[in-house]
């Protein structure tokens, strides 16, 4: 079993930025990848940014490239999701997850479905 818990979000003005933090704890250490996600209302739940655990690569939607990076605190298991130059669409539902189990396929830590803990997600608005 892994939880986690973020925090951070907020509102904030155009152009401006907001660091979410999710601390992870439990048996964090069978994890292979840990990712952010964001959801709106009616919508599925879009990878934003992933990390390797172990070699810590990172990887980046197109639309947050350039603007957000994912990085991660080795001593406390926890992970970090810095966004500058915060846009209006950057408004949703931002949640961190765990990945734990292999899936058959590739690429299944874009994925929400390639998931297997989340956390309770924190809300981000950027008001134009």
């Known amino acids: 079993q892994v939880q986690l818990v973020e925090s951070g979000g907020g509102l904030v003005q155009t152009g401006g930025s907001l660091r979410l933090s999710c601390a992870a704890s439990?048996?964090?250490?069978?994890?292979?990848?840990m990712g952010w996600f964001r959801q709106v209302p009616g919508k599925e739940r879009d990878y934003v940014a992933v990390l390797s655990w172990i070699g810590g690569n990172t990887y980046y939607a197109d639309s947050v490239k350039g603007r957000f990076t994912i990085s991660r605190s080795y001593v406390e298991d926890t992970i970090y999701l810095e966004m500058n130059s915060l846009k209006p669409e950057d408004t949703a539902v931002y949640y961190c997850?765990?990945?734990?189990?292999?899936?058959?396929?590739?690429?299944?830590?874009?994925?929400?479905?390639?998931?297997?803990?989340w956390g309770q997600g924190t809300q981000v608005t950027v008001s134009s």
């Open positions: 997850a765990a990945q734990t189990r292999k899936r058959g396929y590739s690429g299944s830590e874009f994925s929400a479905d390639g998931y297997d803990y």
């Open positions: 439990g048996r964090t250490s069978g994890t292979y990848h």
